[in-house]
């Protein structure tokens, strides 16, 4: 859908009056761009101090791997949304069906959170070794990908509002919550340096 399409029509679309795509997609965007700084600001580092190069390949590899991933979760949160939409929009549709499609529509914003606090764990890697002209890329990565959790979590507790089913709610409230607190612990803790 979006994703292998010109980010101007995803743009435009995000602008327009249609429910989708909104915030969920947009904070896997977040995410999808602070992954590609997070491996600019590697790219950029690697050859620069020879000791550091096998650690880099492998933030590499993995900043890459968590873009691709949170990629496909653009166009993933869209579907999830126009699926519970479109079970509520029908008169026949029963609660079961309903709740097990928002249950699906929280977990894809919490794989957004969740891959936007591993970015930041890959900043808090990078920031010590890091080319030194390449950090503010890194500081703005980590920005989007903090954007990326709090969206993630945030829509992860707006769906949990409807979903009646007690355990699950208790249980993604819980991870959300610990998820947040890593996030802030890293972020707080490279701001000061």
Known sequence: MYIN???N??????ASKNPAPGGG???????ALAAGLMSMAVNYSIGKNPKNDKKLRTLLKQSESLRKNISKLIDEDIQAYKKVSVLFKSSKTNSDKIQKA???AAKVPFEIAQIGVEIIE???????????????????????AYSSVEIGILN?????????????????????GNLKKIARRIKNNLYQK
Do not use: H
Not at 9 to 14: A, G, Q, T, V
Not at 122 to 144: A, G, H, Q, T
Not at 161 to 166: H, L, P, V
């Open 156 to 176: 992860v507790q707006e769906n949990l509002a409807i979903i009646k089913d007690k355990k699950f709610n208790k249980l993604y409230r819980t991870k959300s």
């Open 5 to 7: 399409g010109p980010i």
């Open 9 to 14: 029509k995803y743009l435009d679309d995000l």
């Open 102 to 104: 928002l249950k699906n």
């Open 25 to 31: 997609s947009a904070g896997a965007l977040a995410g």
């Open 122 to 144: 890959l900043n808090e890697k990078i920031f010590p070794i890091c080319n030194p002209r390449l950090l503010s890329d890194v500081v703005v990565s980590l920005s989007l």
